[in-house]
């Protein structure tokens, strides 16, 4: 009887994920050829169910490596890199010596929260960490949090004092 409930709750998310799908080539075209129902299949279905309760560390992790391969030199190229991967709208909300609180909006998030129930933006924060420890040479972390349904809110804080390695060494 459960396998056939789960078979049911994959089929519906298939079936929304489809519906997504259309609505949102319809607002941007895939980039690159991925369709965006591929894209969504993944991240939202496959692998919450391979990481499990680690997911959100494992991604946030995986954001942190990502993003020493894709260094950025600036806060407008990290929100440019946003738009290009069909993360979303990123946008400085607030700023100050130590703590910038980044949003980040997209009809796709909407969907990711009509499929999930707490879905995960840990892969964008480890993202964000890591590109704004390398721009600012200190020791940084970003905290996610769901301000509303659609839109995500990233505190990333660093502190000047705690430079990294290679700051110490020069």
């Known amino acids: 009887m ?13 079936e929304n ?13 895939p980039a690159g050829g991925v369709p965006v129902f591929g894209y969504e299949l993944l991240k939202n ?11 959100r560390n494992i991604l946030y992790w995986a954001g942190r490596s990502l993003a020493r391969k894709f260094p950025l030199s600036s806060t407008d190229e990290l929100i440019h890199f946003f738009a290009e991967a069909g993360w979303g709208s990123l946008i400085i909300a607030e700023m100050n010596k130590n703590e910038m ?15 999930q129930e707490n ?25 996610e949090t769901v301000k509303r349904k ?10 000047r004092k705690d430079e990294t390695s290679t700051e110490k060494l020069a």
């Open 17 to 29: 994920i489809q519906q997504s799908e259309e609505k949102a080539t319809k607002e941007t075209p």
């Open 2 to 14: 459960e396998n056939v409930e789960s078979g049911e709750i994959e089929m519906e998310q298939h």
């Open 101 to 115: 609180i980044l949003e980040l909006s997209s009809p796709l998030i909407d969907k990711r929260f009509e499929l």
């Open 45 to 55: 279905i496959l692998l919450p169910e391979l990481l499990g309760k680690e997911e």
């Open 119 to 143: 879905p995960t933006f840990g892969l964008e924060a480890g993202f964000i960490a890591e590109q704004v420890q390398n721009q600012r040479k200190c020791i940084s972390e970003t905290y």
């Open 150 to 159: 659609n839109k995500i809110q990233f505190t990333v804080q660093w502190d």
